[in-house]
């Protein structure tokens, strides 16, 4: 039966290419993908040729017409992102979406993603945690999407390019205040690192800092959520005066 696969391909490390991956890739018709010369690359190494659809944000509307056309047509398409899983801080989701509502298959394959590898390498509580990828690149707007998330208790990730890493945790330290973050770099590379700390203790060091990053950052304290005793006495005296 034709059908989308959603295939991941390696953060870093070609060797993490899987083989149901290269199965996939070798079975379909078609790879639609982000940029033709990185995939063109990785299909290479694995003496694939297929043809390559290019599918991203800017041209998705033709795109997905394109593929899904194919896929009507009785062929298979697999999807492939730069690096790790498409729709993840990656073009696809609308694809996904428009194919579900035409009643095509959507399969997805396993493999490489560059948050989760981070945050179980990172220590920090991997129970619960929340995967908001990439914050906005204005520090106004991205003030607000930390106020948004600084009540949230569990673990968050992040996406942040070198450039910003420093306005980045500049924001999160003043919104957040000082917590245990690990910053995990060009992860399954050559320079693979994990730093811990505070948002401080990074801070001091990260201008220094290239490659591609994931921000790990532990979640709010319970107490932190509540308004001190104090305080709360404050607000029932005031309601009690008002009432
Ligand atoms: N689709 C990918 C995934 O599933 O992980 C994410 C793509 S997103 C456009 C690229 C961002 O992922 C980078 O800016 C960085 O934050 C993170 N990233 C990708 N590869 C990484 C690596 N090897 N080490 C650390 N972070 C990585």
């Not at 220094?208 to 709010?220: D, H, I, P, Q």
Request: charged share 25%.
């Amino acid at each position: 039966e034709p059908s989308i696969y959603l295939v991941p391909t390696p953060i870093g490390n070609l060797q993490e290419m899987s083989e149901r991956a290269l199965e996939i890739l070798k079975s379909v018709d078609v790879i639609a993908c982000e940029d033709t010369r990185n995939t063109g690359k990785l299909l290479k190494h694995f003496d694939i040729k297929k043809p390559l659809l290019s599918h991203h944000e800017h041209n998705q509307d033709q795109s997905i017409s394109k593929i899904l056309d194919k896929i009507k047509e009785g062929q298979s398409v697999a999807i492939v992102s730069d690096a790790g899983y498409p729709l993840i801080s990656d073009p696809g989701s609308y694809l996904v979406k428009q194919s579900i509502e035409q009643d095509i298959p959507v399969i997805s394959i396993s493999g490489p993603n560059a948050a989760l590898d981070a945050l179980v390498a990172s220590g920090l509580e991997t129970k619960h945690y929340l995967f908001y990828g990439f914050l906005d690149a204005k520090s106004k707007k991205r003030i607000q999407e930390l106020e948004e998330l600084a009540s949230f208790p569990y673990t968050i990730l992040f996406y942040e390019a070198p450039h910003r890493i420093e306005a980045c945790l500049k924001d999160l330290l003043s919104v957040f205040g000082d917590r245990k973050i690990v910053l995990a770099r060009e992860i399954s590379k050559l320079h693979e690192e994990y730093l811990r700390g505070t948002i401080s203790e990074i801070l001091e060091v990260c201008s220094t800092l290239k490659g591609e990053m994931v921000l790990v950052v532990s979640g709010a304290k319970k107490e932190e959520n509540q308004i001190s005793i104090e305080d709360a006495a404050e607000f029932v005296h005031r309601y009690m005066e008002d009432g």
